[in-house]
């Protein structure tokens, strides 16, 4: 989790930096991590019950902070705070996953259990001869469901070979070093548990249902499916598409969302915009900039103490007109140059950006989402408190998207104060090769910083980053839709065979009494078409409904288009049709001659 090239004591940055010395004593400061150990045997939750309140007892301002801990067990997945407890964050992909892949589990269960009742007739006699010579029905339940959990064993052994085979790939796709510990008991013990519940999930039915027939009806060949088997099976068909148009409509909508983000205005120009950090930014930055101007390597140049990516501080002591004792009060604070709008092509709404012609030392700018915040209706000349400092509003910004590009933008206050900057930020002129130009400008930084790395980052591409792990949820999510169907269409393959093969005899009949191929294709896919349209009419009324209040969360969301439904629905009838149709044209086209002989 942590990685660093060397460490340096605290009191280091304490001794040559006010502003750290100053925020000691300042208990709305938030802008440092507090990392705390417990002793072995102590009780987290008592600890954090003792210090709960220690915020509120020594700020000076009126707070309703509380002191809460984050175990490191949980900074990765549930890195989402709500009311101060860590309740959510990646864990919701994992748990999306999780229900995606017992969905596929589900429909290839489905598969098993609608081929092995539709093949029954071929196990019939086995059954009425056990039972003759006297097995009990429980026997013949034990067998088929230890036949299918074998099978099911035999399963996982192949899905480990595949597993081990394609998971360097998953690295590399995932850039994550993933293996499977096969010394971990609890891998065995997941995978006893799998592979029993699929065994039992897929082979349950067939095994009642095998172990129903009646010896004498089976030995004399009068068995019948009957109407209980037929609508069994015709329940399980439906099952299977309801959770494979369910996941192609939730990886479609995702898919939109995620454009209608990326599309997101950011209230800023990310084109050209190249952000360098460290150096001795504070003494040199007039004097780069200048050369930076002057040799054209640029059209602006400002500072800044966080790239236009992100923001690294914010305070809870801020004070202003009106100020209610119910506002909690963390408003994100940015120390920036001159030219700062300018630079990143942020549009200023009323007053000014910082100029070299004002004292600006006792100036603020606020963005739109804070004027909101504070509920004030004029803000320019208005004057706000932070660190027992008052500050003139001189100037108010749009909204830019800084950090979470699926959230509001963040209430920030833009302070001029030079020693907290440690960005540059550079607009590079459009017209010039960005190979040259970024020459030009280590150049110059290498001139001012001999001992500091030239390290710079685009904010196109830092935004672009944002969206990383959405989009390769996004592709995995496309990959596990496309999967449910392809197994959905395996079964449907199997069984339309199965169903063409029963009614050899009767497509032999309609061809000599005139009927066409496609009048033929046409029997036999009715009735899966309808499966499949019953399917879609439960699960794109409830697929959408659920997207819809998901979408909600979102302070930035897509409207959901009229015609993904029925786009959906007519590719999962498609689909289906065209597996059924292959086994239908291939029955339509035998010579009824040699189905018929026999009769």
């Known amino acids: 989790s942590f990685k660093f090239g060397c460490l340096i004591p605290f009191q280091v940055y304490i001794n040559t930096d006010p502003v750290v010395k100053r925020s000691l004593t300042n208990w709305g400061n938030n802008s440092y991590n507090l990392y705390v150990q417990f002793h072995k045997d102590a009780d987290p939750m008592a600890i954090e019950n003792r210090v709960r309140d220690v915020i509120k007892k020594r700020s000076a301002e009126n707070t309703d902070f509380e002191v809460t801990f984050l175990g490191m067990d949980r900074w990765h997945l549930f890195g989402e705070f709500e009311n101060g407890k860590s309740v959510s964050g990646d864990i919701v992909y994992v748990r999306i996953f999780s229900i995606t892949a017992i969905f596929i589990l589900v429909i290839a269960c489905i598969n098993f259990t609608n081929l092995a009742t539709a093949q029954s007739q071929h196990r019939a006699k086995e059954v009425g001869i056990r039972k003759s010579i006297g097995s009990a029905r429980k026997n013949l339940v034990t067998q088929f469901l230890m036949e299918t959990v074998l099978m099911a064993a035999v399963a996982f052994a192949l899905a480990i070979a595949v597993v081990e085979f394609v998971l360097p790939y998953y690295n590399s796709f995932l850039k994550r070093n993933l293996e499977i510990d096969y010394s971990n008991p609890t891998v065995w013990m997941s995978a006893i ?164 012609d004002h004292n600006d030392s006792a100036s603020v700018i606020l963005n739109e989402a804070a004027v909101k915040y504070m509920g004030l209706k004029d803000p320019v000349g208005e004057t706000i408190t932070s660190d027992d400092q008052k500050y003139t509003i001189v100037g108010v910004l749009e909204n830019a998207v800084m950090t979470n590009p699926y959230g509001e933008a963040e209430a920030t206050a833009f302070f001029f104060e030079t020693r907290w900057a440690n960005e540059m930020l550079i607009r590079l002129p459009s017209d010039k090769n960005t190979v040259e130009v970024l020459q030009g400008v280590a150049r110059i930084y290498a001139k001012y910083n001999p001992d500091s790395p030239f390290g710079y980052r685009f904010a196109d591409q830092e935004y672009a980053k944002k969206f990383a792990t959405t989009e390769m949820i996004g592709k995995l999510a496309n990959l596990f839709a496309s999967l449910a169907v392809f197994i959905s269409c395996l079964g449907l393959f199997g069984l339309a065979a199965f169903t063409a093969e029963r009614r050899t005899k009767e497509i032999g009949i309609r061809k000599v009494l005139g009927a066409s191929v496609s009048g033929l294709v046409a029997l036999l896919s009715k009735d899966f078409a309808l499966l499949v349209l019953i399917a879609f009419c439960i699960a794109a009324p409830l697929t959408l409904w659920q997207a819809n209040e998901v979408l909600s969360g979102f302070a930035y969301r897509v409207s959901i288009p009229w015609w993904i439904a029925p786009v959906t629905g007519l590719s999962a009838l498609l689909i289906a049709v065209l597996t059924v149709a292959t086994q239908s044209i291939k029955a339509a086209g035998r010579n009824p001659v040699k189905s018929l002989r026999t009769e």
């Open 193 to 356: 548990f799998i592979i029993s519940i699929t065994g039992l999930m897929a082979g349950s039915y067939p095994a009642f249902y095998l172990s129903s027939f009646r010896p004498v009806a089976v030995l004399k060949g009068t068995i019948a499916e009957g109407t209980r088997g037929a609508l069994a099976r015709k329940f399980l068909v439906t099952s299977q598409f309801f959770f494979s148009i369910v996941l192609v409509l939730a990886t479609s909508v995702t898919y939109l969302q995620l454009n209608h983000l990326k599309d997101r205005p950011t209230g800023y120009d990310q084109r050209n915009l190249l952000m360098v950090w460290a150096g001795d930014i504070t003494r040199h930055h007039p004097a780069m900039k200048k050369d930076l101007l002057e040799q054209n390597l640029a059209t602006a140049v400002t500072t800044s103490s966080s790239p236009i990516s992100a923001i690294y501080s914010y305070q809870g002591d801020f004070s202003w007109p009106g100020k209610s004792e119910d506002q909690r009060n963390n408003i994100a604070t940015i120390s920036i140059g001159y030219h700062y709008s300018e630079t990143t092509a942020t549009k200023i709404l009323a007053g000014r950006d910082f100029r070299e």
